[in-house]
């Protein structure tokens, strides 16, 4: 059975820095893309990040230079670095693969930017 788990959500002031991570099971993700989406309230879910089987990663343009995805295959994690947080970044982050057997997500974790 796929899971993920993501953690490292909070609350944190505008220009913080948070780590979020999310482990997974059930599966071999090493030749899979693995992704990073959010959704705000009212919006529609967006992808964030996504990190390819060789380490190639593509970002969202608003959050460019501020937010590093990464993986270790080894561990079956990955990861997503966020620097100088907005308000605008405040939602709910899931972690996201797509396996021959289907679309599978994490529970999510909310992120918070406020003062």
């Known amino acids: 059975q796929v899971q993920l788990v993501e953690s490292g959500g909070g609350l944190v002031q505008p220009g913080g820095s948070l780590r979020l991570s999310c482990a997974a099971s059930?599966?071999?993700?090493?030749?899979?893309?693995m992704a990073w989406y959010r959704q705000a309230p009212g919006k529609q879910r967006e992808l964030v990040a996504r990190?390819?089987?060789?380490?190639?990663?593509n970002y969202l343009d608003s959050v460019k230079g501020r937010f590093t995805i990464s993986r270790d295959n080894a561990k079956n994690m990955v990861y997503l670095g966020m620097n100088s947080l907005k308000p605008e970044d405040t939602a709910v982050y899931y972690c996201?693969?797509?396996?021959?057997?289907?679309?599978?997500w994490g529970q999510g974790t909310q992120v918070t930017v406020s003062s």
């Open positions: 996201n693969v797509d396996l021959p057997t289907g679309r599978y």
């Open positions: 059930g599966s071999t993700f090493s030749m899979y893309v």
């Open positions: 990190i390819t089987s060789g380490g190639t990663t």
